[in-house]
């Protein structure tokens, strides 16, 4: 029941002025972005989102942190 738009798909990455241009008349967007560090302690899940959908952010990371076996950083 949702519509999904992405920014891309395998190597294909659109520039962030492109992707931020499918967010209009969505009634919620999720970007996912990968960190990298030679830390190995340095991992976990987190998601950023305005205060009136921070009930949304947080299934969203719990959800991925599930997922892909990290820490739910909050």
Not at 12 to 34: C, D, P, R, W, Y
Not at 50 to 59: E, G, L, S, T, V
């Amino acid at each position: 029941g949702y519509t999904v738009r992405a920014d891309g798909h395998g190597d294909e990455n659109m520039g962030l002025e492109q992707a931020v241009a499918l967010i209009a008349g969505s009634a919620l967007a999720i970007e996912l972005h990968l960190n990298a560090f030679p830390d190995p302690g340095a991992t976990g899940v987190e998601v950023v989102g305005p205060p009136a959908r921070k009930d949304a952010a947080q299934r969203i990371a719990r959800g991925i942190a599930a997922v892909i076996g990290r820490r739910l950083r909050g």
